[in-house]
């Protein structure tokens, strides 16, 4: 059994299913519940130490004698109780409905699809690559939005092959989306250290020392099952994956390796309180004594948070969107502190047609946090510009790992960051030359776009036509991020005069 045959076969009904409108990533989730309880069945079967892990009377071995109308009962049955479970059961289970409203359709899938297959015979690289793929595939259905959870691979790995993670790193991400670079972090430690491995540092990686924080439910979900598929987590054991907002409180734990990429958007759904007192408007309050500025922009709260997780000499790298680098007031703040109080040492600045979301320009930030002292951390950041005369497509010219190896050698992991060399896409600038930038700008760009002196370097119609689709998308976000912060504004300034006359009145 491999992970191709396994996606190809298991992809197919995804057709089936869309004619009843399910979406992808829906299937996705039903495949999610059903290899769960196919799985857990096959361990309460096994010879050797079987294991129990969901109760008789809501296991696979009900959704089999089922036919017809009580199937389908029996099936919301079981997602109903498992809900109620703890732990990863409970976070795999969490609000799960039944997507699937042919009981005939329902049973194929069961039946035919997934209880012919012995998952738990197969290698956990053959049950890991096919998930993935179903994810990878789930993604690229523009309808669903299910793209906006998902990092492409290649820069996730050319990410992670930077960092170097340890089997000694404490390693989370707080906005985990389906969990593709604690997976990848995971993979680059059995790789790089599999046979060195102490069975503690084993047993440390597989249950708690990698871990991750999503909002949403479903893709929670998602996340959790992709980490117990590559081994990381126990079926019945705590959950790695904490369903909440990240940003809704102060680490409880300090980390040693952040991986991220945030979601994108300015807007955020609670009210941010930081040091300097202020407050901006949002549905509900919540104070940060640990952010350094208040701010609406779900972007520079998650650098702060990501910059508050990480222990002393702890790292980052977070993919994080342009207005990160140049927008005033909060942002300036930021910036400021991050250089002064962390050593920002590099940039990373990614072309469009990567991501699945349109009209996204984004960058990568790596840093370290430092011990508190007066003198600035941040000697230089080195700038490396992938954009500039660089386009991709998602597929007619994707990115593809191989397209990053200059930036990773550039990069020296592991190495003397003294030992870095200067090239024409890499450059160091000092702390002092950034700090003097208007608001410490850090949008920095040097190379000259070959299509605006060359007529012949120009690209092809339907790739300018695309860029501009997105420069309008990405210009729309923006106008809607405005026309929200004045219309909240307004309301601040009417309810502030309502409390006035009110209190005149009185």
């Known amino acids: 059994m491999d992970s191709r045959r396994l996606v190809h076969k298991l992809w197919n009904y995804c057709d089936v299913l869309r004619d009843d409108g399910v979406s992808t990533i829906d299937y996705v989730e039903q495949l999610t519940y059903l290899l769960f309880l196919k799985m857990a069945d096959e361990r309460a079967n096994r010879k050797l130490k079987p294991e129990q892990i969901v109760p008789d009377e809501l296991s696979w071995q009900t959704l089999l004698d089922a036919e ?13 109780g498992l809900a109620r479970e703890d732990g990863t059961l409970g976070t795999i289970f969490r609000k ?51 793209g906006q959870y998902f990092t492409p691979r290649a820069l996730t790995a050319a990410m992670v092959d930077c960092m170097l993670p340890s089997p000694d790193d404490t390693i989370t991400d707080p906005a985990c989306g389906t969990g593709g670079f604690l ?36 893709t929670a979900r998602l996340a959790a099952m992709n980490m117990l598929l590559h081994g990381i987590g126990s079926p019945n054991g705590p959950s790695l994956i904490d369903v909440r907002d990240a940003l809704g409180r102060e680490p409880d734990r300090r980390v040693s390796l952040v991986l991220a990429n945030p979601p994108f958007g300015r807007s955020s759904s609670i009210r941010m309180v930081g040091e300097d007192g202020r407050s901006s408007r949002e549905e509900r309050e919540i104070e940060r004594a640990d952010f350094w500025a208040t701010t609406a922009n779900k972007q ?166 695309q860029e501009i689709v997105e420069d309008l998308q990405a210009a729309l976000r923006e106008f809607a991020a405005i026309a929200e912060a004045l219309t909240a504004r307004a309301t601040d300034l009417h309810e502030g005069s309502a409390r006035s006359e009110a209190g005149e009145v009185a």
């Not at 359709?105 to 297959?117: G, S």
């Not at 599999?194 to 440390?204: E, I, K, M, S, V």
């Not at 969107?321 to 250089?339: K, M």
């Open 300 to 465: 520079l709260n998650f650098v702060q948070h990501i910059a508050s997780l990480l222990e002393i000499d702890g790292r980052a790298a977070v993919v994080l969107p342009d207005n990160v680098l140049f927008e005033g007031g909060a942002g300036e703040t930021i910036r400021r502190r991050l250089l002064k109080q962390y050593d920002l040492h590099t940039m990373l600045r990614l072309p469009t047609g990567i991501f699945y979301a349109g009209g996204v320009k984004a960058n990568v930030l790596f840093f370290e946090r430092k011990r508190a002292r007066e003198e600035p951390w941040t000697r230089n950041l080195w700038v490396y510009d992938f954009r500039t005369n660089q386009h991709f497509t998602l597929k007619q010219n994707p990115l593809r790992r191989e397209h990053l190896q200059d930036f990773v050698d550039c990069y020296l992991p592991g190495k003397d960051r003294a030992e870095r060399v200067e090239t024409e896409r890499f450059r160091p600038f000092s702390y002092d030359e950034l700090i003097v930038r208007d608001k410490v700008n850090l949008d920095i760009t040097w190379l000259k776009d070959a299509s605006l002196e060359d007529a012949d370097a120009l690209l092809p119609p339907e790739v300018i036509a």
């Open 68 to 80: 017809g109308d009580a199937l389908e009962v029996q099936y919301r049955h079981i997602l109903i």
């Open 183 to 218: 997976l990848a972090a995971f993979e680059h430690i059995q790789r790089h250290h599999g046979n060195a491995l102490t069975p503690d540092q084993r047993r440390r990686l597989a249950s708690g020392a990698i871990f991750g924080t999503e909002l949403v439910d479903g």
């Open 96 to 146: 799960a409905q039944n997507k699937i409203q042919d009981p005939a359709k329902l049973k194929r899938l069961i039946v035919d699809l997934i209880d012919k297959e012995q998952w738990s015979s197969a290698g956990v690289d053959v049950k890991g690559d096919a998930y993935e793929e179903l994810l990878a595939k789930g993604a690229e259905d523009a309808k669903s939005g299910a």
